[in-house]
């Protein structure tokens, strides 16, 4: 018989702490309205000059002016973690140059057409850790 996972309390953390811990991933997830629906597609990303640059595949076309991008890191054995939310305006990267280099040092995946390299310009960051209760 297992015991029942220790109770954990989300602890919220500094929007410097916040990109720390996003600059220290490479997975997530954007997340944007389309019609009735709420969107998620799975991201690459790297934070360069003050802007979060994404690798996704979702169509450029239906990304909308502004969106929000997810990471998070849960281990749900020790009942531990982070979770980290930017949201702001989005915009495509069209420069050749520019595209290649992503394209280079940010792996995608293989979906049809798909393959939307964008620049998110953080207006929100926040960010929680998971800690187990009485730490």
């Known amino acids: 018989m297992s015991s029942p996972p220790a109770s954990s309390r989300m602890v919220e953390v500094s929007g410097a702490e916040a990109l720390w811990l996003l600059e220290g991933s490479a997975l997530g ?52 973690g982070w979770s980290v939310t930017v949201a702001g305006p989005v915009d495509m990267i069209t420069d050749s140059d520019e595209a290649a280099h992503y394209q280079r040092t940010l792996t995608g995946w293989t979906h049809g057409p798909h393959d939307t390299l964008l620049r998110l310009h953080p207006k929100t960051v926040t960010g929680f850790r998971l800690v187990r209760a009485g730490a």
């Open 29 to 80: 997830r954007l997340v944007y309205p389309q019609r009735d629906l709420t969107v998620v597609r799975p991201g690459r990303h790297t934070w360069e000059y003050g802007c979060l640059v994404l690798r996704t595949p979702a169509p450029a076309a239906a990304v909308p002016v502004t969106a929000t991008y997810h990471v998070d890191e849960i281990r749900t054995v020790a009942g531990t």
